[in-house]
């Protein structure tokens, strides 16, 4: 039964062809054949999750979307669904709204990619974003005390949307906490395979100390390890404009302060800024003024603006809040990419960034010979003859049609202008 169904589905196949299909299309149709590609693949996901269940194939370990048989190959779509992705980023900002858990939401996807190790190449023991960080072992870690919660924030999203994978949930829930709370888009790639068991999870102490002996130096030994450079160190340092540390759980910190006996969420802790749901650049003003005791600054925190080469991008982001969003938002998305390995190998996004330019309107005398005007008349009979054929100044015509205008234009140009002279 399996053979039999392996011969009869192949999705990879598929996909090869449709990318063949698209090595032959012009530019303007490429994005056309891209999202094509994409609903193909995931028609045949579907197809194959379906006669998967009658056949008894089981879900291999790559990830929400791999299937193997029984006589050993395997077929592997997507690892999530972009669709659910979709439905689960509005279900996340809905929580957003009630719970305020923004600053744990960043802190889990950060804490599940920031275990990579450059050094390393095979996946996953490289570590980085894989979605280790759902298993009891990895949160225990102490550097990731009090995560458990963001976890059971997230689960009831996991288990209405069982085509996205973890590693991607943890990545898309971080960046969507940063864009809700008034920070930059981050330019976000999905498509993340995770770990199956916890055997692959990473060992403990890759992640950032709050106190270390010589804090610049530690942040260097964490940050260069997973590749980022000092820019990004303090970028990143960045996003503690949200959030509070709770000394139950770190260690750091006071029990509570006026900006957060209150909430919102759960009163208590200490927060690094005054208004700690607000994603914006106070943390460096904050921290270079050091004026209110009520504020965190850890020694890390205060290292940014005491290493020499830190100091540079600190007083950067704490006069200029566009540069700050900018680099960060680079930097977001370099780290929740780190270590993952992608089904497909690029990835895919969500949202459609690159936007196609608005089509040039039809002026007829941008094409004239430039020696005389073409009267208004005439640009009336032009564009009657262009729209007849099924041009528009907001759809311009495929090139042979487009090449047949400017010859047309051109010559009744050279006619006015041997006519007028």
């Known amino acids: 039964m399996a053979s039999t169904l392996g011969a009869a589905i192949l999705p990879s196949s598929m996909a090869a062809a449709a990318a063949a299909r698209r090595s032959s299309l012009p530019g303007h149709s490429l994005r056309f054949s891209n999202n094509l590609s994409l609903r193909l693949h995931q028609v045949c996901c579907l197809r194959w999750r379906r006669r998967a269940g009658s056949a008894g194939l089981v879900t291999g370990a790559g990830g929400v979307g791999s299937f193997s048989s029984g006589s050993g190959g395997a077929v592997t779509c997507f690892a999530s669904d972009p669709d659910q992705l979709k439905s689960a980023r509005e279900d996340i900002r809905s929580l957003l709204k009630t719970a305020f858990c923004h600053p744990i939401l960043i ?170 749901l607000k994603f914006d650049n106070s943390y460096f003003k904050d921290i270079k003024e050091k004026m209110d005791e009520d504020l965190l600054v850890l020694p890390t925190d205060a290292a940014l603006f005491d290493d020499p080469s830190f100091k540079v991008y600190a007083e950067k982001y704490a006069e200029d809040q566009d540069a700050f969003f900018k680099d960060y938002a680079e930097a977001h998305a370099k780290l929740s990419n780190l270590g993952a390995k992608w089904d497909p190998p690029e990835g895919f996004t969500l949202d459609d960034d690159s936007k196609d330019p608005k089509p040039e309107k039809f002026v007829a005398s941008k094409y004239s010979s430039g020696k005389s005007e073409l009267s208004a008349a005439m640009k009336q009979k032009m564009r009657a003859e262009y729209e007849a054929i099924g041009g528009s100044p907001d759809k311009p015509l495929k090139s042979n049609y487009f090449l047949n205008i400017i010859i047309v234009v051109a010559v009744l140009a050279l006619l006015t202008s041997l006519f007028g002279n």
């Open 107 to 276: 802190r889990l996807g950060w804490h599940d990619a920031g275990t990579y190790d450059k050094n390393i190449e095979e996946w996953p023991k490289r570590g980085g974003a894989n979605g280790s960080l759902r298993f009891e072992i990895e949160l225990k870690h102490a550097a990731n005390a009090g995560l458990v919660n963001a976890l059971k924030l997230l689960q009831p999203i996991k288990d209405k949307y069982s085509g996205i994978t973890y590693a991607d949930l943890f990545q898309l829930a971080s960046a969507t906490a940063v864009e809700e709370a008034g920070g930059p888009k981050i330019p976000m790639k999905y498509g993340r395979l995770e770990i199956s068991t916890p055997e692959q999870c990473p060992d403990e102490g890759k992640l950032p100390d709050a106190g270390p002996p010589s804090p610049g130096d530690h942040l260097r030994d964490v940050f260069y390890r997973m590749g980022l450079d000092d820019k990004e160190i303090v970028a990143l340092s960045g996003a503690h404009t949200l959030g509070r540390s709770r000394p139950e759980r770190s260690g750091w910190g006071k029990p509570v302060t006026k900006y957060t006996k209150d909430g919102p969420g759960a009163p208590g802790g200490q927060s690094w800024t005054a208004q700690w």
